[in-house]
């Protein structure tokens, strides 16, 4: 299995529950925004402590039975909504930031080539259009060598030229990395595209 | 315009009270801002209030509190001396106990507001990134609230330079030891002849300030465009 979620959370009002197993290369998580998918990342990516469950990708535990691993344990590529990239850091340093030395471990070339970031390598994230950014965001997430990716509405600040260009690199991710791939979006045509296992998530 | 020595003794003094303040209450201010910025914790307020009461003291009394705790009889103070043989009475060393005290508070405000401006979001992705706590603040908390730390680090000089209260009180009007720039002006005054000796140190201390203002705008700025954040 790829995916074995089985948590719930309560956050102020809302009640988060959800429950999937997915053995599917992408695995999207659909629902309207406010449902909590974001939430569900940050659970799985251990930035949010889930009340009660259990969490386990590639068949390693990272939650429940009495086991929590700290997010820089958890080895996940988390690509946020927003990019989040380090204000501070130039392109080169914000891909470096979580890069591993580990033998066999994808090298800032093959991300640069695949992600097509060499002319953005000395720039600032506050100069980057929201598409680059989004890529610079990929592949750092990638060059932290993670066993799963979860990738929360990448492309929803990018207009359709843009995403579309996002998505033939998620999907050529996908395809060269085989890592399983966990997508929230509330995009109808990008999970039809995109995954191979849909969890509706509810209000 | 040509200083004295005594002058230049003067303003010497006054430089090393402030620099030795300020450098000593430096982490002691950024611990302090990143625990009220960040800690959930019983006597949080208490200890809110406790910083900023140097602000809001009448100096005079500030300086008494100093005294009744520092001084050779004092809990603190008799303690340093029997250990380490410390005296801070009507020494420089005392000046610049008083001149960090009352820069506490300015240093801490500067520094907690650059600290909750930070994304925390920001370190939530330097985790998941493989970053310890730790690498998380070194990396990207201490960097990005480093503005704050240049501007409190300034407005603490500039508060230390003209600290005249706590300090007469605690360790009296010494040459060469506690006479500080407001104070040498002050000494001056009461006498029949100083004038000249006031406009002197007067226009000493304004550019002193300036100066101080001026390095804290140019430091400000760089670390803005460096960093991208203001």
Redesign the interface.
């Known amino acids: 299995m790829s995916f074995e979620v089985d948590v719930s959370k309560r956050l102020g009002e809302a009640e988060i529950a959800v429950s999937f197993e997915s053995d599917a290369g992408v695995t999207a998580l659909f629902g309207p925004s406010g449902s909590g998918k974001s939430s569900i990342l940050n659970m799985i990516a251990g930035l949010l402590a889930p009340d009660r469950g259990r969490i386990a990708v590639g068949g390693r535990l990272l939650f429940g039975e009495s086991v929590n691993l700290p997010p820089e344990a958890r080895d996940a590529g988390y690509v946020f909504q927003d990019g989040r990239l380090f204000p501070h850091l130039r392109v080169r340093a914000n891909l470096l930031y979580g890069a591993s030395e580990r033998e066999g471990a994808i090298t800032l070339r093959e991300v640069v080539d695949l992600l097509g970031l060499g002319a953005l390598l000395n720039r600032w994230p506050r100069t980057l259009s929201g598409g680059e950014a989004q890529r610079v965001a990929i592949g750092r997430a990638l060059l932290s060598n993670p066993r799963f990716l979860l990738l929360d509405e990448p492309l929803a600040s990018l207009d359709r030229a843009r995403a579309d260009e996002i998505l033939t690199m998620i999907e050529r991710v996908r395809d060269a990395l085989k890592l399983p791939i966990l997508y929230v979006s509330h995009n109808r045509a990008e999970v039809d595209r995109l995954a191979g296992r849909v969890v509706a998530i509810h209000r | 315009m040509t200083l004295t020595p005594d002058d230049w003794e003067v303003i010497r003094l006054s430089l090393k009270v402030a620099v030795v303040g300020v450098v000593f209450t430096l982490p002691v201010a950024f611990a302090l801002a990143y625990v009220l910025a960040r800690g959930r914790f019983p006597g949080r307020i208490l200890l809110d209030a406790v910083v900023h009461l140097p602000l809001v003291l009448p100096p005079v009394v500030t300086g008494w509190i100093l005294l009744i705790l520092f001084g050779r009889a004092g809990p603190i103070g008799g303690w340093l001396d029997r250990v380490f043989g410390v005296t801070l009475m009507f020494r420089w060393t005392g000046a610049a106990l008083a001149a960090a005290v009352m820069a506490l508070p300015l240093m801490v405000r500067a520094m907690r507001l650059s600290i909750e401006a930070v994304d925390r979001?920001?370190e939530?992705?330097?985790?998941?990134?493989?970053?310890?706590p730790w690498r998380a603040f070194r990396?990207?908390t201490l960097?990005?609230s480093l503005p704050g730390v240049w501007a409190g680090l300034v407005l603490g000089f500039a508060r230390s330079l003209g600290e005249f209260g706590a300090t007469i009180s605690f360790v009296s009007n010494i040459p060469g030891q506690t006479r500080t720039l407001p104070i040498a002006i002050y000494t001056a005054l009461q006498l029949p002849d100083g004038d000249d000796i006031v406009l002197r140190l007067a226009i000493v201390s304004v550019a002193l300030s300036l100066g101080a203002l001026i390095a804290s705008e140019w430091l400000v700025r760089r670390q803005g465009e460096?960093?991208?954040?203001l």
């Open positions: 979001r920001l939530g992705a330097a985790r998941s990134l493989g970053a310890s990396t990207i960097p990005l460096r960093a991208h954040v």
